[in-house]
């Protein structure tokens, strides 16, 4: 696989969520400029502070003093969580290509570079990693981790072997479509199926450290949040554009049930001359008409919203202008230079 030549490489934004990492701070800003020594075009880092009550922000604010410009620091007033950071920061992101990974060292930053020039070579859309030789407990978090992602992929159809790595490369024009919430941002392919063919997405090993300082924020309860979102995630894929699909259809089978029984009941009631006002079947029957009449009148309801959506939206949203103490970008040739 040969390089891409160092004059045509794309701009690169490296974005970096982080939460209670004091000790990992100082340390990734130096790992990802020693990884992105030999980047042949401009980058900038983009770390995000996630309302850590430690030194985290301090630590950032530091290092981005120590190394110019092209660092640049987002805090949060109070924690809100991994998905709303990393959104954050790609909002922020002003290159052409947008790298994620995680601010604990497990992810090594010298894999973006060659995860560029693979995404460009391979002409994709996403290029994600997976951890080949993961440094992590075995029953607390890769157990977790491989249930959830077979069960993602069986789900969704979009299928990654290693859906809870951070270590992603992006084109620009296509994340910024996507909108993340919640914990969604471990569905981040799947979203980006969306948007794009899922054969623009594609998947390479990538290496994978034992953790050094702090402590994991993520244990087995994760793969209980997973079912749950995976159930918002699967709803979205099938029924996005129409809603109305589903509430429908729930809304019709009820309608059925209770029609067949009330049918029933009438039989019973006007031709064998029985009591029915006495059977559960009767509040059985009135209870799934009822019903039936909620579900239909909300997918009525959601296909509406969902036209009214469509109609009014304008694409995705532009990211203004940087202000002027933030516009900096981290030239090739200043890679040379050493910062005391």
């Known amino acids: 696989m040969n390089p891409t030549p160092a004059a045509r490489r794309p701009s690169l934004s490296v974005v970096i969520p982080m939460y209670r990492e004091a000790d990992n701070a100082a340390p990734m800003l130096e790992r990802v400029h020693a990884g992105l020594a030999g980047y042949g075009g401009r980058w900038e880092l983009i770390c995000i502070d996630d309302g850590s009550a430690d030194a985290t922000g301090l630590e950032l ?16 007033a109070r924690n809100q969580g991994q998905t709303t950071a990393m959104q954050a920061g790609i909002d922020a992101a002003r290159g052409e290509l947008i790298a994620t990974l995680d601010g604990d060292l497990q992810n090594d930053p010298a894999d973006i570079p060659r995860m560029v020039d693979e995404l ?3 002409d994709l859309d996403l290029l994600t990693g997976y951890r080949a030789n993961r440094q992590d407990a075995w029953m607390s978090r890769k157990l977790p981790s491989k249930i959830a992602n077979r069960l993602i992929g069986r789900v969704t159809g979009v299928r990654i072997r290693d859906y809870g790595c951070s270590l992603k490369v992006y084109r620009a024009t296509v994340i910024k479509q996507v909108r993340l919430y919640g914990e969604m941002h ?22 994978h450290n034992a953790r050094r300082f702090g402590k994991s924020k993520y244990g087995i309860s994760r793969a209980f949040r997973v079912i749950l979102d995976l159930l918002t995630v699967f709803f979205f894929l099938r029924y996005r ?41 009767l509040m059985a029957a009135i209870l799934l008409l009822v019903f039936s009449i909620q579900f239909l009148t909300t997918g009525v309801l959601a296909e509406m919203l969902t036209r009214i959506f469509y109609q009014h939206r304008e694409g ?25």
Do not use: Y
Request: no cysteine; hydrophobic share 55%; aromatic share 10%.
């Open 186 to 207: 471990r569905f981040i392919p799947v979203w980006a199926a969306m948007v794009t063919s899922p054969a623009r997405i594609g998947e390479t090993a990538v290496a």
């Open 316 to 340: 995705p949203a532009q990211l203004p202008a940087p202000t002027a103490e933030a516009a900096a970008w981290r030239e090739p040739a200043a890679d040379a230079d050493v910062r005391d």
């Open 61 to 76: 604010l530091a290092g981005a003093r120590r190394w110019g410009p092209h660092v640049r620091i987002i805090r949060f």
């Open 120 to 122: 460009l070579q391979r």
């Open 241 to 281: 554009a129409r809603p109305g699909h589903f509430f429908g259809s729930i809304g019709l089978a009820m309608g059925f049930l209770g029609g067949a029984a009330m049918a029933w009941l009438l039989w019973v009631k006007f031709v064998l001359g029985d009591d029915i006002g006495n059977r559960p079947l």
